[in-house]
């Protein structure tokens, strides 16, 4: 069973659209159960990898190797460290809670809609568990299809226009990292005398500095429009506006950290020279602070409500990427947890947006006010998934929070210094967020007998709340997941970062003295 687990994983998805194929369009009922039970199998097949996998082994576990197209030295080649472990056990749980979400708010097409979602969740997993560069660019590719289509088919009445922005923006990306990634490929010919697309066979690869660069800035390209940084964030808010809810949570909660997650496994360890360059670093470091204050301040100013959750994830994605290139070990497993969090408790936030869009069709601020008098158990939950975003202690975005900034402060203080103050602009836009919209009296009679969460709705939110106090918590188990491969890609980075943080603990280590001496 586990020499094939990850192959069931990554394939179930597929199969469960396989078989959607068949069902007829007018049976709308059997696809919604068919597809919520795919959704609910691929999570309940990811369960045993929690159990069987070995915190603290070294390199990559689950591993499935098969020749694909051994002219091109394409194999299919997956595994997980626990970076991928936390971002796949992510993925397969908020893609089935889309899913559910989706019962009643979409009427038309849909059997073409969960299709799309079954082929999504494919490519996402497949972006996650791929070690072979040319299998995991097939994937990064495929997530393009139906991403597209959820947008433009199921969105808003300016649908085309976020989905085309949002396609060609992501694929000129993409499109760069390709030539980066044939460059290595190239190389690594030149050097050894075959071809292979092969990770850990292409970290063998001696280039000079400024071949390196010019990779890296390739792949930055491709990473930086995904995650997105500043300033390639702009097709972001449009995609996130126009999406149905559903293809706003897995935007943000997972596509979004496709690129983070690029940046961890490949840009540091394929290009360690460049991934050090003071001034590639200090560049990348100012861009993710001024997405952080940025992001806040334009989300302090937004009147409609998922445009605001969209620019804060401009705002939290750039804690992600700041904690990454502070290059150490707080800041790159603190970005990896941020990750895990910002998909939780942004994922919680859109799902908010469509209750109350679902009944009542509108997203402007203005039109809400007192719900919590109307709708209590909805304002418990967005109390929590506010106070989870905003990073209130016990709850799991104050660990990643707090883990960056420690990082950060160890790699340069004034970037630890700017960004604090985005933790103080998200507190504030987040609670006058829940002011405007749950606090006071009722201002809308048309809100007066809008009706509380039902089962269904509760359902959804309950797995997101319970892993966000669980993280809040007792975060041990993570960080306990992420110290050996954190650890592999400093040294990886940095070869003498811990021989020298040993000397420096010994140096400033007490002597003390007997009487008398």
């Not at 292409?202 to 500043?230: D, S, T, Y």
């Not at 939950?381 to 160890?410: C, D, H, R, V, Y």
Request: hydrophobic content about 55%; charged content about 15%.
């Amino acid at each position: 069973m586990d020499q094939h687990l990850l192959s069931i994983i990554l394939w179930t998805p597929a199969a469960g659209l396989l078989v959607l194929l068949f069902i007829p369009a007018r049976r709308t009922d059997l696809i919604r159960l068919w597809a919520n039970a795919a959704g609910l199998t691929g999570f309940l097949v990811s369960l045993p990898l929690l159990a069987r996998f070995h915190s603290g082994a070294p390199g990559f576990q689950f591993t499935e190797r098969a020749d694909w197209i051994p002219s091109l030295g394409a194999r299919y080649l997956i595994g997980i460290d626990g970076i991928s472990l936390l971002l796949l056990m992510l993925t397969t749980l908020v893609g089935f809670l889309a899913i559910l979400s989706s019962w009643k708010a979409v009427q038309d097409r849909v059997k073409e809609y969960y299709a799309m979602f079954l082929l999504l969740q494919t490519g996402m997993i497949g972006v996650f568990v791929s070690l072979d560069f040319f299998l995991f660019y097939i994937f990064w590719e495929l997530v393009l299809i139906p991403m597209y289509f959820i947008i433009g088919v199921w969105g808003g009445p300016r649908k085309l226009y976020a989905a085309i922005k949002f396609f060609l923006y992501t694929l000129a990306g993409s499109v760069l990292m390709l030539l980066g990634i044939l460059t290595l490929y190239f190389q690594y010919f030149n050097q050894f005398g075959y071809y292979t697309f092969e990770i850990s066979d292409l970290m063998k690869l001696q280039l000079p500095l400024g071949m390196e660069q010019w990779v890296f800035w390739a792949f930055f390209l491709g990473f930086a429009i995904k995650v997105p940084m500043f300033p390639f964030h702009t097709w972001l808010p449009d995609a996130h506006v126009e999406a149905p809810t559903a293809g706003s949570v897995i935007l943000a909660s997972v596509l979004l950290k496709m690129g983070t997650y690029g940046f961890i496994r490949f840009s540091l360890p394929l290009l360690p020279q460049a991934s050090l360059d003071r001034t590639i670093v200090q560049i990348l470091a100012v861009l993710s602070i001024i997405g952080i204050i940025y992001g806040a301040l334009v989300s302090l100013m937004q009147q409609d409500w998922k445009k605001l959750v969209a620019y804060s994830s401009v705002s939290h994605l750039g804690f992600c990427t700041l904690g990454i290139f502070a290059l150490n070990p707080n800041g790159l497993a603190g970005s990896v947890i941020q990750q895990v969090n910002h998909g939780i408790s942004t994922g919680m936030l859109f799902l908010i947006i469509g209750v109350v869009y679902e009944r009542r069709h509108t997203r402007d601020i203005a039109e809400y006010g007192g719900l919590a008098h109307v709708m209590p158990k909805f304002a418990v939950i967005f109390a929590i998934a506010m106070l989870s975003s905003a990073g209130l202690p016990l709850l799991n975005g104050f660990i990643g929070e707090f883990t960056i900034l420690q990082g950060a402060f160890e790699a340069n203080r004034a970037w630890a210094g700017f960004a604090v103050t985005g933790v103080v602009f998200g507190a504030a836009y987040l609670l006058w967020l829940y002011q405007r919209t749950m606090l006071g009296e009722v201002t809308n009679e048309k809100n007066r007998r809008l009706p509380d969460l039902s089962f269904r709705e509760m359902a959804v939110f309950v797995p997101l709340i319970a892993w966000a106090f669980w993280i809040g918590v007792y975060p041990k188990p993570y960080f306990d997941v992420l110290r050996t491969p954190v650890t592999e890609i400093v040294q990886r980075v940095r070869p003498h970062y811990f021989e020298d943080r040993s000397l420096a603990a010994a140096a400033q280590k007490p002597v003390f003295r007997g009487a008398g001496q």
